[in-house]
């Protein structure tokens, strides 16, 4: 098991870990905040494998996509990720849920 993963389930085996400040590569962010940017990181990674293997992108989970989504939309992610140069430029906004996510994330759906 990789060492983030086993940080991940040591973490949130702690039954306070959604509301106690847990130290991020980018600052300190509570736990509601990680599992966002980790459920995020796992739905374009898995967008990528998806297309770049020929399946249908409909099989990643519509309430996880409009769940991160909102908190795209909000705000509250928009400054780690350009800030730290970890997405490219924004694509032009598009139609679904996920292809607007897709474009955050600088992909061209």
């Known amino acids: 098991m ?4 086993s940080w991940t389930i040591d973490t ?3 039954p306070d870990a ?3 400040g847990l130290d991020h590569p980018t600052r300190r962010l509570d736990g509601a905040d990680i599992l966002v940017i980790l459920t995020f990181d796992h739905l374009i990674h898995g967008w990528d494998l998806i297309t770049s293997t020929g399946q249908d992108e409909s099989s990643l989970d519509e ?3 409009r769940s991160v989504w909102g908190h795209v939309e909000s705000g509250q992610m928009v ?3 350009r800030d730290t140069g970890r997405f490219g430029p924004a ?3 598009v139609g679904t849920t996920l292809e607007r996510l897709l474009a955050y994330s600088g ?3």
């Open 107 to 109: 992909r061209n759906p």
């Open 79 to 81: 400054a780690v990720q």
């Open 91 to 93: 694509q032009p906004d």
């Open 63 to 65: 309430a996880s996509v």
């Open 18 to 20: 959604m509301t106690m």
């Open 12 to 14: 949130f085996a702690d």
């Open 2 to 5: 990789g060492e983030v993963t």
